[in-house]
């Protein structure tokens, strides 16, 4: 089959584009065949590299379906010829100005080439073996020709999105971390910088706002995390000599079946604790939640799972009751899940929960850097 007419009908001038696109289009094509709709799939991802509307996608698809194979082959007849009625149809109805104007901006893209015949419509002749002899239409050919190119900015565009969604998630991670740090060193005065960062998560972020922000938020987060690290001393892996000092000052005469009454004989703390979240506590000793046999959402939750670890950790009933009267209970919660999370390095549990309840009951504990040491990197 071969096509005649370079120019277009009616009164339109030649664009010097137009001859340049007829001229590429004879050019041989650097892949011999190509899936019609993989192409249209690598439009879509990069439309807005092209400037293409879905409106206009939806229009070629249409075109595309009027081609009868699969495949876009060089040395095949590439050249569909619908009315504008069949296209409209296969566009879900389109009106036929707008269906004008997107084949225009298809054409202007040089995804597709037109070659009007002597009136202006679309027809094909066969000759007597019934093949195509002369075409007149839309001719497919440069998608074909285009194709590595359609490829290559697609993948280019993947990538892209790819790494704006991993900067995204960043930005949300490094926001919650901060966040949480803050309400852990009880500091106020970045409720104001934290709002107009959750603001603007709000809103689709270009990568440079992206950056921009953790640029800002990096180095707050790295000042919190120092704050809250506690020294060598604070932290839960004591050394053997410790251990050994908190096994020896063991209360051996303590029975199992001390009741909450003898814990409570004890003076009361001279200051609570300040609850930690629970979020940030589960986040610092994942290794309590394995034990769940449901998910810990509140603190009543956690205490039960607490609970029920107690006796698996060897704590006795008197050591936890005191606990939960000189800690409070969400802070002897969080104190046992840190517990666990080190459990082979205390030689005694119970031991070494009593050592703590002694410093708390002068003011020497708090479970907040037992926590901070556990949070992840």
């Not at 590429?24 to 509307?53: C, H, M, N, Y």
């Not at 194709?147 to 999105?161: F, K, Q, R, S, T």
Request: hydrophobic content about 40%.
């Amino acid at each position: 089959m071969k096509h005649i007419s370079l120019t277009p009908f009616g009164r339109q001038p030649v664009p010097a584009a137009h001859l340049a696109a007829l001229a590429q289009a004879e050019t041989p094509a650097p892949v011999s065949r190509i899936d019609k709709w993989s192409v249209l799939d690598g439009l879509r991802t990069a439309r807005a590299r092209f400037g293409l509307s879905h409106r206009e996608l939806s229009v070629l698809q249409a075109l595309l379906s009027f081609f009868p194979d699969r495949e876009l082959a060089e040395g095949q007849p590439l050249i569909v010829f619908p009315s504008n009625a069949s296209l409209s149809e296969r566009a879900h109805g389109m009106a036929e100005s707008t269906l004008r104007r997107h084949l225009a901006r298809l054409v202007q893209t040089g995804l597709i080439l037109r070659h009007d015949s002597p009136n202006g419509k679309r027809y094909a002749t066969r000759d007597r073996s019934g093949a195509l002899a002369r075409a007149f239409g839309f001719d497919l050919r440069p998608l074909l020709l285009r194709a590595p190119e359609i490829a290559a900015l697609a993948a280019a565009e993947e990538d892209a999105a790819r790494a704006l969604h991993h900067a995204r998630e960043e930005l949300v991670l490094c926001l919650r971390d901060i966040t949480k740090l803050a309400a852990l060193t009880a500091t106020s005065d970045l409720d104001d910088h934290l709002t107009d960062v959750r603001r603007a998560l709000r809103r689709k972020l270009t990568m440079h706002e992206i950056t921009t922000l953790l640029a800002l938020l990096h180095p707050l987060r790295d000042r919190l995390l120092t704050a809250v690290t506690p020294a060598p001393a604070e932290l839960l892996h004591a050394s053997d000599s410790q251990n050994e000092r908190h096994h020896s000052n063991t209360d051996t005469n303590h029975k199992d079946s001390d009741s909450l009454e003898d814990a409570e004989n004890h003076a009361a703390p001279v200051s609570q604790t300040k609850d930690l979240p629970l979020t940030l506590v589960l986040r610092a000793c994942p290794d309590a939640l394995a034990y769940a046999q449901a998910p810990v959402t509140r603190w009543s939750e956690a205490t039960a799972l607490a609970d029920q670890l107690r006796p698996m950790m060897g704590i006795t009933p008197s050591a936890w009751s005191e606990a939960h009267f000189h800690l409070g209970p969400t802070a002897a919660t969080s104190t046992l899940f840190a517990m666990l999370q080190r459990v082979t390095k205390i030689r005694n549990p119970s031991a070494y929960l009593r050592s703590l309840i002694s410093r708390a009951r002068s003011g020497q504990f708090s479970p907040i850097p037992m926590i901070s040491s556990l949070l992840p990197s």
